[in-house]
């Protein structure tokens, strides 16, 4: 993948990332100054969590692939369930209150904005699932 193509998957994963968590902190700490800020600082701390938990399933997901030959199963079997690990980690760091029901609901949609957000990155890969990449 070419500089200016991986640096925009990543500014896209940050705004994803940082959007989601500005949700999240007005669900979660909606007394808190500089929300907008919070959720910059966070969507980062998302961004890195992506990559430490990519790199560990790099190789799982490229195997799992070259294995089944399957790029849809891999992606939902490999990058779903950590995706589910990395929100609830964030869940943790973020909530000052709520109620459980807006806890997973928060965790759901994180996972959701994460595999969404991969859709550019599977259209400069030509309209396939991108799997075997160390991004989570």
């Known amino acids: 993948m070419e500089f200016v ?3 925009a998957y990543l500014l896209t994963k940050f705004a ?23 959720s910059l600082f ?10 430490f938990f990519g790199m560990g399933i790099f ?3 490229l195997t799992m ?3 089944v ?19 609830s980690l964030m869940l943790l760091i973020l909530r000052r209150q709520g109620a459980a ?8 949609g994180g996972v959701v904005i994460s595999c969404l957000a991969d859709i550019p990155l599977g259209i ?10 160390p991004f989570c």
């Open 65 to 67: 692939n070259n294995a």
């Open 16 to 38: 994803a990332y940082s959007g989601w968590c500005y949700v999240g902190l007005g669900w979660f700490d909606p007394s808190r100054e500089r929300r907008a800020r919070g």
């Open 59 to 61: 190789l799982a997901a």
């Open 101 to 108: 029901p807006q806890y997973a609901a928060w965790v759901a």
């Open 124 to 133: 400069m890969e030509g309209g396939v699932v991108p799997v075997g990449r």
């Open 69 to 87: 030959r399957n790029s849809i199963l891999t992606y939902f079997v490999i990058y779903v369930p950590v995706r589910i690990v990395e929100w």
């Open 5 to 7: 193509g991986f640096l």
């Open 42 to 51: 966070y969507g980062f701390l998302r961004l890195l969590m992506g990559v």
